[in-house]
């Protein structure tokens, strides 16, 4: 092969005809290397073996064994689309086609048949504009590389000085990067409670060498005792996360930085613990970053594999032991999940770390992560809604006093209500939690368990709920108990059972406290009357045994409730909903029904003895009149049974429009259904 041969840019050109394949190959031999495939699976063999070698690919739509189409499947599933452009050479010219193919990612389009000067431009056109993608990445890369290696050699430098006042080896803080690095990337895949980006991960890793930095203050003889610290030695040495924490809070600069804010959070929070008993604020849980928990665990690991003045090296194994059963302290369970899983990983990813600058494998992740970002990742908006969501339920779950729990199959956990752990004596979070000895089997029995995930299994998407009763142990005492869950189903075309929420109920205590929720769950809490969903489950059942009763079903709206909001503020507007709400409950007679719809809008379910219009006045002269100097004045649309049978959606939907029409005539109008289409066939005459 000659030089000028080595040198040409190569082309797959994919097409089942060789007669195309012959025409393609004389327009472009003479300036680029050719390489023949007759049809989609060939082209993928291909593909493989020359990978990003291959400047363009010319791919036909119809073909034999796989078509073009399939071909740009496997070119997504495998990300080859991202570094190799794809032209689509067809006669099939169809909207549809070209649509289709441009969502699958090509770049360009020619027909059949083929115009040379076309061709060629269009070759030339795609693979310049690739090779300057290609430059623009690699310049970004380099950028980004030379950002990291000044700000990774500052860091290192400043880090290394406080390593060598404590005696500890140079390879500590580029452990703790590594381990950081390394238990952030696998908590974003098993959990998307800490959605974060590449970049981000990389930058807490930075911070992650500033650990220490106010050991700087801590005087020598304390920093190398080889013995025991005494408790007045040991208090001084905690101030290091304090005094850390106060260098970096008190920049002159930079203190917008989200690295300068990680690692204050990363100086001062990294020796907490899980259950509060770290320092220096004894934060709990959730209430230390998630960083300062990651580079906790990460610091407790290197320490103890670590040889220092006062102890010999652990052996790695012996080392995730100790942590996970909590020699060290305890810590989130997800981060000791992240330990375990990533632990046959570990010595080696360690044993090949060197100083130096940032690892180019890492540096090429950012840089794909900032170029092509995943379409699922979340707005900082929803995070901060769902984290909004995520304290007010956990706030509403410790004001409740009620043993409310989530279980989740992947990881296996069970967590549980502050006041539940506390009523059951049992940790809030229980990771494993089915296995043989864990303490749920204190609680409720095995059999009752495996009965209860069959059942819930059992669900479906619309229908989740299930009610279980059984009994547990409640401070050794058996006791009945009622547990209502709702069964997880993943969002996918076939759907999967991922877990359930859900709270027990102690049946002995709780009967009128259960009376009482069921009465909430079915009342308006401002007006006390029943609200819609509960009304419309009993007017669809009244109707139904309604045993040749004549009723009508009026809609009710409050006319000018915004006078009376602006009149006296809106506590004044819900006191005239409230007397509204009380007259239509004063002249409930059997079998009737009063409801509140939403809002200024009432629902009145009455006996028509006579007729609609009977009706209406009773309502209105109940309502109607001065509250407070402010006259009240309704809107009503009415449907009887005797015109519109008993179907409960025909009546609502019949009122609904009379209600409309009435209150486009202005305050105080009443109409039924028969009176607007009375209307509507006068206007049509």
Not at 28 to 45: F, P, T
Not at 158 to 180: A, D, K, M
Not at 367 to 383: G, M, Q, V, Y
Not at 613 to 640: H, K, L, N, P, T
Request: aromatic fraction near 6%; glycine fraction near 6%; include cysteine.
């Amino acid at each position: 092969m000659s030089n000028e041969q080595e040198l040409k840019q190569k082309i797959l050109i994919v097409d089942d005809s060789e007669m195309n394949r012959a025409i393609l190959t004389d327009m472009l031999e003479s300036e680029y290397e050719i390489i023949e495939a007759e049809n989609g699976r060939e082209a993928v063999n291909l593909i493989e073996k020359h990978g990003t070698e291959l400047s363009v690919i010319l791919l036909d739509i119809v073909m034999p064994e796989m078509d073009g189409f399939g071909v740009l499947d496997v070119m997504n599933r495998r990300h080859w689309i991202e570094d190799i452009p794809v032209i689509m050479i067809s006669s099939e010219s169809g909207s549809s086609h070209m649509k289709r193919a441009y969502e699958l990612g090509i770049t360009d389009y020619i027909s059949r048949p083929f115009d040379v000067t076309v061709v060629h431009r269009r070759v030339v056109n795609t693979i310049m504009l690739y090779a300057k993608q290609k430059k623009l990445a690699a310049l970004v890369m380099e950028q980004i590389d030379e950002n990291e290696k000044q700000s990774t050699l500052m860091i290192d430098i400043l880090s290394h000085i406080v390593e060598f006042r404590n005696g500890e080896s140079g390879l500590h803080v580029l452990h703790i990067r590594v381990l950081t690095e390394l238990i952030l990337k696998h908590l974003v895949e098993i959990t998307d409670r800490y959605p974060f980006k590449l970049e981000e991960i990389s930058m807490i890793s930075t911070a992650s060498a500033l650990h220490d930095i106010g050991k700087i203050s801590i005087p020598g003889e304390i920093l190398n005792k080889p013995g025991r610290l005494t408790k007045e030695e040991f208090d001084i040495m905690k101030t290091h996360t304090t005094i850390g924490a106060e260098m970096l809070e008190n920049l002159a600069f930079h203190q917008d930085e989200p690295l300068v804010k990680e690692a204050y959070a990363i100086c001062r929070w990294h020796h907490e613990r899980y259950d509060g008993r770290g320092y220096p604020d004894g934060l709990k849980g959730d209430e230390i970053p998630i960083s300062a928990q990651v580079v906790a665990l990460a610091d407790v690991y290197d320490a103890l594999t670590s040889e220092r003045v006062y102890k010999k090296a652990f052996p790695h194994e012996e080392a995730v032991r100790m942590i996970c059963n909590g020699e060290c302290g305890t810590f989130n369970p997800l981060i000791l999940k992240c330990l375990n899983d990533i632990a046959d990983i570990l010595q080696e990813k360690l044993g090949s770390v060197t100083p130096g600058r940032t690892n180019e494998q890492e540096l090429q992740e950012i840089l794909e992560d900032k170029l092509h970002p995943k379409e699922n990742s979340a707005s900082e908006r929803t995070l901060q809604l769902l984290e909004r969501e995520r304290m007010k339920c956990s706030f509403y779950a410790s004001m409740s006093n009620e043993i409310q729990f989530e279980y989740s199959m992947l990881p296996p956990m069970v967590t549980l209500s502050a006041w539940g752990a506390e009523k059951l004596q049992l940790p809030e979070t229980i990771m494993d939690p089915f296995k043989e000895g864990s303490p749920i089997f204190s609680i409720i029995g095995q059999g009752d368990i495996e009965e209860l995930s069959h059942i819930l299994r059992e669900t479906s998407p619309q229908e989740p709920v299930v009610r279980y009763d059984c009994k547990v142990q409640i401070n050794g005492e058996s006791r009945w108990a009622r547990v209502v869950c709702q069964a997880l189903w993943s969002l996918d075309e076939e759907p999967q059972f991922t877990g359930a929420i859900g709270k027990a109920v102690d049946i002995h205590d709780s009967r009128m406290r259960m009376d009482a929720l069921e009465k909430m769950a079915s009342h308006d809490p401002m007006t006390k009357l029943l609200n819609y969903d509960y009304a419309k489950t009993r007017i669809g059942e009244r109707l139904k045994v309604g045993g040749g009763k004549k009723y009508v079903l009026m809609l009710i709206d409050v006319d000018g409730i915004k006078k009376a909001n602006d009149k006296g503020g809106r506590e004044f507007g819900n006191q005239v909903l409230i007397h509204v709400a009380e007259r239509l409950r004063g002249i409930l007679g059997e079998d009737e029904i009063a409801a509140r719809i939403s809002g200024d809008e009432f629902l009145f379910l009455a006996k028509c003895d006579s007729t609609m219009e009977e009706a209406a006045e009773r309502i209105a002269g109940a309502v109607e009149g001065d509250y407070e100097d402010f006259q009240i004045s309704i809107c009503i649309g009415m449907a009887g049974t005797n015109h519109m049978g008993i179907d409960y959606d025909v009546l609502f939907h019949g009122a609904d429009a009379a209600l409309c029409a009435a209150k486009k005539k202005g305050f105080g109008q009443k109409m039924s259904y028969l009176e607007l289409i009375s209307e509507k066939q006068e206007e049509k005459l």
